[in-house]
Each structure stands twice: as structure tokens, then as C-alpha cells.
């Protein structure tokens, strides 16, 4: 059931800080997506590739469609005609796949680098020290067909408050580092994708640019059991 009090809430959160909302609608229906479109959420993000192409299908086509789960490169060439930003670039293999399949489509694919800040390893991303190597050698650099706009992290699904502030701080020191030095020329490295339900208030406090917010606006997913339980 989606939280209309909650969506209001969250777009005019966001609204002031200027932040963009990204309404994570994964497993849920058309329906339910069409109830938060049509209260004036037009950005979705889906986890799932096969999920997103049979939405973005079906829905209204103003909706801005972003990929933000694990994408497996067999697979990019399904979004590629349409998706508007792929948060989850976590291989120079995957970042070369995204460029080939953009280029086929004569684009321009805007991506997020995912780095890994959290202390579950079931997460993924690079680590600061492999992305920092990739950039030293200008791995991206004759990718044409991708732009690198930012960075994305998913922190540690904890109560912990303390643990949760120093994986986004980190981030985006991490970040600034990347903008003052290897992006210095690149005027659209602007975005740091951080932030869920659990933990948007304090991604928006240190610094966030865009959050992924999904249970808090269309109401709890169905869990597997013994995934995603707190550290
Ligand atoms: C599911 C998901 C979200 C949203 O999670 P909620 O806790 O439901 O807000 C955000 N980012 C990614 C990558 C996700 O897979």
C-alpha cells in the first residue's frame, strides 16, 4: 500500500534540499506505481533488469527509469535504448558493456561509479583503492557512449547510527577527492546517490544528491527469509 503521507513528505523533502527522489518501485505493481505517478512523482528506479523493461513498457513514458540494483552485462542491452541512469557500474567490464550497447543506440548513458562502504559483503561496488587504480589509468576515458556523473554507496543495513553517518561521510569525502582531482574537467560529475528508507535523513545530511527510496513510499516488500537482517 503506498504511503501517500510519507510520498508528500519525501517530494517536498527533497524539493527543498534540491535533491532528487528516486521512488525504488521494485516487486511492486502498475498500479501502485501509477498511485505515486499521478501524486507528481515521475523519477522509478528498479533493481531488477527484466522487471524495468516490462514497466517502462506498460507505464507512461515521462517516467525517468532508473537501474540501481546488480547488473549483469548479458543483460544491459535490454535497458539500453531507454534507461536514464545506471547507478550500479561496479566492473570496468560492465562500464565497456554499457558503452558498446549506447553506442548501438546512438546515446549517451549518464552511469554512477558504485563504490563499497558497507560492512556486508553480499553488497558490491569498488573499493576505493581498485577505483582510484581504474582512474590512474584512465580506464574510462575511451568510453565514449558513457558519462560518469557521480558515485553511488549503499551503506550497512544496521541500527547503528554512528556506523551509517561514517560510511556516507566517507563517501563523500571520497567523492570530493575524485571531483577536485580526476573529474576536475568534467563538469558533470555532480551526483552521490546515498540514501533508503533506513537511512535517507542522514545520506540527505552528509551531503547526498539523489535517494533511493523504496518500503518508506510503497509500503514493506516481501522479505526471503534470513537476508537483510540488522547488524
Ligand atoms: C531496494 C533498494 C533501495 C530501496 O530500499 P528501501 O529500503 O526499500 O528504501 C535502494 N537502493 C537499492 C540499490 C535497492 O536495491
Do not use: C
Not at 510519507?6 to 517536498?12: E, F, K, N, V
Not at 528506479?45 to 514497466?55: R, S, Y
Not at 568510453?143 to 561521510?169: C, D, H, P, S, Y
Amino acid at each position: 500500500m503506498v504511503n501517500k503521507e510519507a510520498l508528500s513528505h519525501l517530494i517536498q523533502v527533497t524539493k527543498d534540499k534540491n535533491v532528487k527522489l528516486i521512488a525504488i518501485s521494485k516487486t511492486k505493481t502498475e498500479k501502485d506505481i501509477l498511485e505515486v505517478y499521478n501524486a507528481g512523482q515521475k523519477v522509478f528506479g528498479e533493481n531488477k533488469v527484466q522487471e524495468l523493461v516490462q514497466k517502462y513498457e506498460k507505464l507512461p513514458k515521462d517516467i525517468e527509469w532508473h537501474l540501481v540494483g546488480t547488473l549483469q552485462t548479458n543483460k544491459v542491452k535490454y535497458i539500453a535504448p531507454f534507461v536514464h541512469l545506471i547507478h550500479s557500474v561496479d566492473s570496468l567490464k560492465l562500464a565497456i558493456e554499457i558503452n558498446k550497447q549506447a553506442e548501438k543506440n546512438n546515446r549517451i548513458i549518464d552511469v554512477l561509479l558504485e563504490v563499497f562502504i558497507a560492512a556486508e559483503t553480499t553488497k558490491h561496488g569498488f573499493s576505493e583503492e581498485e577505483l582510484i587504480e581504474h582512474l590512474d589509468i584512465h580506464a574510462f576515458e575511451s568510453l565514449k557512449n558513457i558519462r560518469i556523473i557521480g558515485l553511488m554507496g549503499m551503506a550497512t543495513f544496521t541500527q547503528n547510527q554512528i556506523v551509517i553517518k561514517n560510511e556516507f561521510a566517507g563517501l563523500k569525502d571520497l567523492f570530493e577527492r575524485l571531483k577536485a582531482t580526476y573529474f576536475k574537467d568534467n563538469s558533470a560529475f555532480t551526483e552521490l546517490s546515498m540514501g533508503m528508507s533506513g537511512d535517507y535523513e542522514i545520506a540527505l545530511d552528509k551531503g547526498s544528491t539523489m535517494v533511493r527510496v523504496g518500503s518508506a513510499i510503497f509500503g514493506e516488500r516481501e522479505r526471503k527469509k534470513g537476508v537483510n537482517v540488522p547488524l
